[in-house]
């Protein structure tokens, strides 16, 4: 009976814990600029708007896709720095007639407020190959909050609210076992 307990004790303290470091993505809308200028940049119509921006460790972490038509080649468009960084998650999905480049990096807030700079890897073959630099800016109303304190009353009402609510569905499950703080709930 005791080992039973300890399980739905495990659960709820699992569940609570998943959901208090997972963040929500917000979609941002942003534009593709000429490197340098303020003018929309050639490459723009082969990024997908909008990013999805969530925080992670106090920072924003921008997740961007680039699409490309098949007869282009094969991912014709390799980021190779963004923000400075190598882009990390690289997720390639070739579907519908056309490739699907998806990318992230991550970005402080003064660096979300001014353009974000990427260099870019071209290669149509047979017909143009180069390495040019894009820049991005953000629409700063949209971007998720920084604030440490309205993420702080916000995942403990969440850790509440899924304390509570997988409590009860640990009790509905283990109807036989008498404890008093699942009963409190």
Sequence with gaps: MKAKWLLAAAI???????????????????????????????ASKYFVRPAKVT????????????????????????????????????????????????????????????????KLAINVLHVYKAKHNISFKFKQSQLPSLKKQKHTSQAAVATATTSSSSAKKAQALLPAIPNPLLAAV
């Design 55 to 118: 925080v992670k460790n106090g920072k924003y972490y921008v997740t961007m896709r680039l699409k490309t038509a098949n007869a282009l080649g094969k991912y014709p468009v390799k980021v190779l720095k963004a923000n400075g960084q190598t882009p990390q998650n690289l997720k390639k999905v070739h579907q519908s007639g056309s490739y699907n480049l998806y990318y992230s990096f991550t970005a402080t807030a003064s660096q979300m407020k001014n353009k974000i700079t990427a």
């Design 12 to 42: 709820v303290a699992l569940s609570t814990l998943g959901l208090a470091t997972t963040a929500q993505a917000k979609s941002v809308t942003y534009s593709a600029l000429t490197y340098g200028t303020n003018k929309t940049s050639m």
